[in-house]
T-cell receptor, first 114, second 114 residues
Framework: GQQLNQSPQSMFIQEGEDVSMNCTSSSIFNTWLWYKQDPGEGPVLLIA?????ELTSNGRLTAQFGITRKDSFLNISASIPSDVGIYFCAGRPVGQGGSEKLVFGKGTKLTVNP | GAGVSQSPSNKVTEKGKDVELRCDPI?????LYWYRQSLGQGLEFLIY????????KSGLPSDRFSAERTGGSVSTLTIQRTQQEDSAVYLCASSLGTSGSVKYFGPGTRLTVT
């Protein structure tokens, strides 16, 4: 089945630094999503991308839908302590017969040192 | 309510017992999804409902797992004869059901099988 390779697995940064994480796949996706999960909570949507090449920002967050439709990245600028959490990429693969199911990466755990 | 709610929030059960997990989607959302998240892992798709029918149940790991949805609203995920490997957080999400519509997640049910 489709798999998403998300990297890095974890990051330890200083407050104020910029962060970049990405997801790649051997399959083509027609939607890319980035979620953040805090301990004991469900994932919360950060950014949704629907077109190849699309670059979208949400405050200090910027994400892009890769031109090949097989990858996406998320950047966080000027990190702050509340950015701590696990970030997941998710995608809706092409060719799953209309199913709305999402495939998820394994997450990037972000730690921000004040 | 304003968001997706799940109950119970925590469930501890003995191996071999049956458990039922409940999901209340956002009002008006026709699509409902169940995912499973094992410790330190990404989300694994289980089943997806559009209305009361399940167009995609390809992620159910065995015939011990079943789910139903009645009245186009509440859904119940049932695990029969639980095994220790069933221990995980079970997450429910809902969406408007249109193609690519945003999926909103509940807080999850943490299941521990002893």
């Amino acid at each position: 089945g489709q798999q998403l390779n998300q990297s890095p697995q974890s990051m330890f940064i200083q407050e104020g630094e910029d962060v970049s994480m990405n997801c790649t796949s051997s399959s083509i996706f027609n939607t890319w999503l980035w979620y953040k999960q805090d301990p004991g909570e469900g994932p919360v949507l950060l950014i949704a991308l629907y077109k190849a090449g699309e670059l979208t920002s949400n405050g200090r967050l910027t994400a892009q839908f890769g031109i090949t439709r097989k990858d996406s990245f998320l950047n966080i600028s000027a990190s702050i302590p509340s950015d701590v959490g696990i970030y997941f990429c998710a995608g809706r693969p092409v060719g799953q017969g209309g199913s709305e199911k999402l495939v998820f990466g394994k997450g990037t755990k972000l730690t921000v040192n004040p | 309510g304003a968001g997706v709610s799940q109950s119970p929030s925590n469930k501890v059960t003995e191996k071999g017992k049956d458990v039922e997990l409940r999901c209340d989607p956002i009002s008006g959302h026709t699509a409902l999804y169940w995912y499973r998240q094992s410790l330190g892992q990404g989300l694994e798709f289980l089943i997806y409902f559009q209305g009361n029918s399940a167009p995609d149940k390809s992620g159910l790991p065995s015939d011990r797992f079943s789910a139903e949805r009645t009245g186009g609203s509440v859904s119940t995920l049932t695990i029969q004869r639980t095994q220790q490997e069933d221990s995980a957080v079970y997450l429910c999400a809902s969406s408007l059901g249109t193609s690519g519509s945003v999926k909103y997640f509940g807080p999850g049910t943490r299941l521990t099988v002893t």
